[in-house]
């Protein structure tokens, strides 16, 4: 059987024919190339339109990404036709069935992409599949945006917003979950982590909707504060207990890389290298080596350590029951810190400090909403799709 066969049985496109097929090696990389020409009387499409016209010249072939075969990539090779179109009165280059856009990726493939972001990370597709975040992305964007079309948003109560960075977090994405107690489930993703780009959410979920929300739970990020306060001011804004564990793990490794260095110009530079995960660790997941170590650590009275047990120290916050004594906690426990003279740290309580009220809706929406969705919801680590899995977003 030729592989044309297959392609013609599973994806094959009106007005095209499949060409020869040829398999390179390139640079130890095998892939599939796929030529694809228009049927000899078939007249080009009008991307501005939609509407057939007669050929105006041929462009420069473009590549098209399809699904791997065997695990060999695959690429359509296309010379793209332009339209003198009648009805928008201008050259245009044509739409081909297989690609949206100037998108480099097939339809099918960017699918395929999506489906698989549901069950692993994004950057994980990007690694298996040798295919970029960007293009990974902008698969999962378009699987939303037709979700979104297909979306069922009655109901809506409570919602999670949440950053995403890549490239050592010069880009970031802005994702908005439904984290109802009864559902979880991705709603929306956009460019940028600006007041633009979460006003972008509020305008398209609208004025109706957003009325009816009673929970919003985001990080500390200043932009999303802003918005959220300017359009869903009478619902609760929780700050989420994940981004407060990050605040600190943060500040302890900073105290830890400025004590080795002062380690370091008073000669004793052993001390604290290779320390990093014994202190970021938790509690319950050291080891006897690490506990050994940490005991050790301990006895030179570091700030690093000293860190990591103001952090120790503030775990119980979670556990109250009531509002004010939590709060109470709260501000003894910044009290502490203030004192410590551990700068970063201080920074952490102040900011703690700040954003108070915000902090204690934790305790007030216990309960109304999912128990995962306010402390895990953004475990960048894990898959970004997964959890709502009810066929809205495919
Ligand atoms: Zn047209």
């Known amino acids: ?87 928008c009165g201008k050259v245009r280059v044509e739409q081909v069935p297989w690609a949206a856009g100037k998108h480099p990726v097939t339809t099918a493939y960017a699918w395929f992409l999506a489906r698989w972001a549901k069950r692993v990370s994004w950057r994980e597709v990007a690694t298996v599949f040798h295919t970029s975040w960007d293009t990974v992305y902008r ?115 900073q105290v830890r890389r400025s004590e080795v260095r002062e380690l370091r110009q008073h000669g004793r530079p052993a001390l604290l290298t290779k320390a990093r995960w014994v202190l970021l660790r938790r509690r319950e997941n050291r080891t006897a080596e690490d506990r050994r170590r940490l005991r050790d650590l301990v006895r030179h009275n570091l700030k690093a350590v000293r860190a990591m047990l103001l952090r120790e120290d503030f775990e119980p916050f979670w556990q109250y029951r009531s509002v004010p004594w939590a709060g109470r906690f709260l501000d003894r426990w910044c009290t502490a810190v203030m004192r410590s003279r551990i700068d970063p740290m201080k920074k952490v309580a102040r900011m703690l400090r700040a954003h108070r009220p915000l902090l204690m809706n934790w305790f007030r929406a216990r309960g109304e909403i999912s128990a995962g969705a306010v402390e895990g919801l953004n475990n960048k680590a894990k898959p970004l799709l997964s959890g709502h899995g009810d066929g809205e977003v495919p």
């Open 1 to 87: 059987m030729q592989l044309q066969t297959i392609l013609n049985r599973i994806q094959k496109h009106r007005g095209f024919v499949y060409g020869p097929i040829r398999l390179r090696d390139e640079r130890g990389h095998l892939r599939l190339e796929v030529e694809i020409y228009p049927h000899r009387r078939s007249r080009p499409r009008c991307s501005g339109c939609g509407r057939r016209g007669p050929q105006y010249d041929t462009l420069d072939a473009r590549w098209f990404e399809f699904v791997p075969l065997w695990g060999i990539r695959v690429f359509f090779l296309y010379l793209m036709r332009r339209v003198d179109c009648v009805r």
């Open 139 to 253: 698969s999962v964007a378009m699987a939303v945006d037709w979700g979104r079309a297909h979306l069922d948003l009655a109901g809506i109560e409570a919602i999670g917003i949440d950053e995403l960075q890549w490239q050592h977090g010069h880009r970031y994405v802005t994702v908005v979950y439904q984290i109802d107690a009864a559902r979880k489930r991705l709603l929306w993703v956009g460019q940028d982590r600006t007041k633009k780009t979460l006003l972008g959410f509020f305008r398209w979920f609208g004025k109706e909707r957003t009325q009816a929300l009673r929970f919003v739970c985001s990080d500390m990020w200043k932009a999303y504060l802003t918005v959220v306060a300017k359009k869903a001011g009478h619902a609760l804004h929780i700050l989420d207990r994940f981004h407060i564990a990050q605040q600190m793990g943060k500040a302890i490794d």
